[in-house]
């Protein structure tokens, strides 16, 4: 899939790594590949890891959001890890709401907080 990478981590729960040729704009491309990635691995949980992205604008934003429903759609919890101080700084300049995902320090913390649910 280009512009994210997907790694089984146990049974249950999947690390998505964007890739510098995600498109936020256009979440729909990745849409399909996710699901079926997400529904073969029967993933209940899906770790997305920020430590690339120096900086989440209303677009990426945006892109969360449809992920974040996507996984809701099949059962499975988001949990973003690793946000960059500059990425939270630029979510916190512009969001008015509670984001629709779970957010956790890394993968060990992520994954503590998904065996509690």
């Known amino acids: 899939m ?17 890739g510098l ?12 590949d996710i699901i079926a990635f997400l ?3 029967q993933s209940k949980g899906l770790l997305y890891d920020l430590k ?5 604008d209303q ?4 892109w969360l ?8 759609l099949n059962n499975t919890q988001v949990i973003v890890i690793d946000m960059q ?13 509670t984001p629709p995902f779970k957010t956790a320090l890394n993968i060990e913390t992520a994954r503590q907080s998904f065996s509690q649910d």
């Not at 959001?65 to 809701?72: R, S």
């Not at 101080?85 to 709401?97: D, K, R, Y």
């Open 2 to 18: 280009q512009g994210i990478h997907l790694t089984i981590l146990s049974r249950q729960c999947v690390l998505l790594e964007p």
């Open 21 to 32: 040729s995600l498109d936020p704009a256009h979440p729909e491309q990745y849409a399909d």
């Open 39 to 41: 529904q073969k691995n």
């Open 52 to 56: 690339n992205i120096a900086l989440i």
């Open 59 to 62: 677009t990426y934003y945006e």
């Open 65 to 72: 959001k449809y992920l974040t429903t996507l996984c809701k």
């Open 85 to 97: 101080p500059s990425a939270a700084f630029g979510l916190s300049c512009f969001i008015n709401e």
